[in-house]
Nanobody, 115 residues
Framework: QVQLVESGGGLVQAGGSLRLSCVASVSTVSMNNMGWYRQAPGKQRELVASITRDGSTNYADSVRGRFTISRDNAKNTLYLQMISLKPEDTAVYYC?????????WGQGTQVTVSS
């Protein structure tokens, strides 16, 4: 069983920055794909960014140029660096990992951006 634990969320003013971390209980080397998703109140969960095992990245249009996803396999950790935050970025952010055909989710971390 893979456990994912997110941290780094919080309250920040518009224009500010945060870095989210997601620590896995097993080596991330075996994870085909890792990603960050978010869910705002009353909305569906959406992809924010993803990264493959070979380092290829993909971003939602709404965050491209402001957010950067990265992974450190030596620390079993996935990161999301967020800059120029906007109130519409407010959501619970979830880490997701795919290991072969199994999908795992973290418990989420709240990001609140005030205007």
């Amino acid at each position: 069983q893979v456990q994912l634990v997110e941290s780094g969320g919080g309250l920040v003013q518009a224009g500010g920055s945060l870095r989210l971390s997601c620590v896995a209980s097993v080596s991330t080397v075996s994870m085909n794909n890792m990603g960050w998703y978010r869910q705002a109140p009353g909305k569906q969960r959406e992809l924010v960014a993803s990264i493959t095992r070979d380092g290829s990245t993909n971003y939602a249009d709404s965050v491209r140029g402001r957010f950067t996803i990265s992974r450190d396999n030596a620390k079993n950790t996935l990161y999301l660096q967020m800059i120029s935050l906007k109130p519409e970025d407010t959501a619970v952010y979830y880490c997701k990992a795919t290991v072969f055909f199994n999908v795992y989710w973290g418990q989420g971390t709240q990001v609140t951006v005030s205007s």
